[in-house]
């Protein structure tokens, strides 16, 4: 009989296995030697490592060679391998790892440094399931975790953050650049943008809202955020702490600028004219000109607007914008709300900021 129920119990642990969903995890890196330990803490940490699917874009350098043998051997991992020579940026790298999803349920895009806590995956999957959207998406710049002496110490006193905008100026083509808004609690709360450190959502998001090769740093992200929305997709905040970006307290990780300022000037040059046809352009059919990576058909630039509590036609913003407030379900209610609107500069002269 003890027998019978040890069978029976390990065959009800191996159908609660093969009943979870499949979850890809899209990582692009830039020889960075945190991508083992972040690894190791995705796998550790998840109820169902099993079901785990890997693509990663590795961007090596032979003269500081890193160590992904064990990995590399491990069914559940798919590498494409390039230089840093080779590389052309972030998401360049990051296109290469969405086109390694597999047809898997979810994905996941995370940075190369990164910790995670226990049961992230069950976490995760339950929200998506729970969350009042038919094509949720869980993003958020994700709270620190400092690194000493080999230990991840995972900080809570941040909280979880809206999505801010800390800069919206001219002087990086209207790109704006998002920092940690208002610590919320409770859920599910909606985030106004997305961020690429950390993204969880729909498998399918990897073939519909595919990243842009040619952007590079500045916008990449608030492009992805226009093109997801009218995609269909709808942001939200996590309601538990479920993952933590690595606190860089000297020198950040390698990244694609070391090839020079000549490099970089070229590559934004071409980014930002990508990103004015996509966000600013009079012309209805400047999107449409940039084939796949343009806006979606399921709702428009101007419902994006509304949502984000940004004009794109003024470079105003609501004040929640670059407060960090969530939107509740939209930002833009009335004429009011698009009164309210001011510049970045106009907001930090009248609220003292420097």
């Known amino acids: 009989m ?20 499949t979850i890809f995890v899209a990582i692009a890196s830039y020889n960075d030697p945190m991508l083992p330990h972040t690894l190791d803490q995705c796998l550790a940490n998840a109820r169902y490592p099993e079901n785990l699917r890997f693509g990663i874009c590795w961007q090596s350098d032979s003269r500081e060679p890193i160590d992904l043998r064990r990995f590399k051997r491990d069914p559940r991992f798919q590498f494409r391998e390039y230089s840093t020579d080779e ?31 226990y ?21 958020m710049i994700a709270p620190l975790f400092d690194w000493k002496d080999g230990h991840v110490i995972k900080r809570s006193d ?24 208002c610590a919320v609690h409770g859920g599910p709360v909606r985030n106004r943008f997305l961020s690429g450190m950390f993204i969880f959502t729909q498998g399918q998001w990897n073939e519909e809202v595919r990243q842009d090769p040619k952007h590079y740093y500045w916008g990449e992200e608030f492009a992805l955020a226009l093109r997801s929305y009218t995609h269909g997709y709808d942001f939200f905040l996590p309601n538990d702490y479920v993952i933590w970006h690595m606190h860089h307290t000297q020198a950040p990780p390698r990244r694609h600028w070391e090839h020079g300022s000549e490099v970089v000037r070229k590559k934004n040059e071409i980014a930002f004219e990508r990103l004015h046809k996509l966000a600013f352009s009079d012309d209805a059919k400047a999107s449409d ?35 960090g407030r969530p939107p509740d379900p939209v930002t833009i209610k009335s004429d009011a709300d698009w009164d309210a609107c001011v510049t970045f500069a106009d907001y930090k002269q009248r609220d003292g900021h420097q």
């Open 2 to 21: 003890v027998g019978t129920i040890n069978r029976l119990e390990g065959f009800e642990s191996v159908m609660t296995q093969q009943s979870q969903p």
């Open 87 to 117: 590389s052309e940026g972030g998401s360049w790298a990051r296109n290469i790892a969405q086109r390694m999803w597999d047809g898997e349920t979810y994905t996941m895009q995370v940075d190369s440094h990164m910790a995670f806590a």
């Open 119 to 139: 049961g992230w995956d069950t976490q995760l999957v339950r929200m998506m399931r729970d969350f009042p959207a038919d094509k949720p998406l869980i993003s």
């Open 158 to 181: 941040m909280g979880l953050c809206v999505s801010a905008v800390s800069q919206w100026d001219a002087d990086n083509a209207w790109a704006p650049w998002f920092d940690w808004g």
């Open 289 to 323: 000109a940039l084939g796949r990576y343009g806006l979606g058909s399921q709702r428009s630039r101007r419902d994006f607007e509304r949502y984000s509590g940004m004009n794109f036609a003024t470079k105003k913003a609501h004040p929640d914008v670059f407060d």
